[in-house]
């Protein structure tokens, strides 16, 4: 099986063959810390549909520049679908782009609170009309988990596409 960044460049290949537009891509990242963006970019010619990305860590750098509000994170939590829609739909504002994926999530070892163990995640994905997330829990290390979660936003992303025909 190919690989999935190869597999979304192909259906975004497809895509502008069918309709003779660019779908383009950015990403906003905090667990992953970066990951998805250079599995992306790891495709030769991705710059035709691939933008930029955001590595938002901090609660202040979602507020600041991706215009999380800070009553989401106060009610919800960092970690949650909320803040992952809110990320990816500032995002893709902020980058100006058709589809903007994002990650939230709790790496390891440290960082859990109650109800919310080591390797939780919500990925984001927000289109102008439209946005979704995605709740997963991966059981491996620090790394695995980041790993993990970028291979299912990838995941998210290919679905998506699929979708679009």
């Not at 903007?100 to 994905?125: E, M, R």
């Not at 790993?147 to 998210?156: D, H, V």
Request: hydrophobic share 40%.
């Amino acid at each position: 099986m190919a690989k999935l960044e190869l597999e979304i460049a192909q259906l975004i290949r497809d895509y502008q063959a069918n309709t003779a537009t660019w779908l383009t891509i950015a990403t906003v990242e905090s667990a992953t810390s970066g990951r998805i963006a250079d599995t992306l970019t790891n495709v030769p010619g991705s710059s035709d549909y691939f933008k930029g990305a955001v590595v938002a860590y901090s609660n202040e750098v979602k507020i600041a520049l991706l215009r999380v509000k800070k009553e989401t994170i106060e009610s919800h939590g960092v970690v949650s679908s909320e803040v992952a829609i809110e990320m990816a739909q500032g995002g893709r504002k902020l980058l100006g782009v058709d589809i903007c994926l994002s990650d939230t999530g709790i790496a390891g070892p440290s960082g859990t609170t109650p109800g919310k163990p080591a390797g939780l995640f919500y990925l984001g994905l927000a289109t102008k009309d439209e946005s979704l997330s995605e709740k997963h829990i991966f059981r491996g290390d620090r790394e695995k988990n980041k790993r993990n979660a970028a291979e299912a936003a990838l995941n998210m992303l290919k679905q998506y596409l699929l979708r679009l025909g």
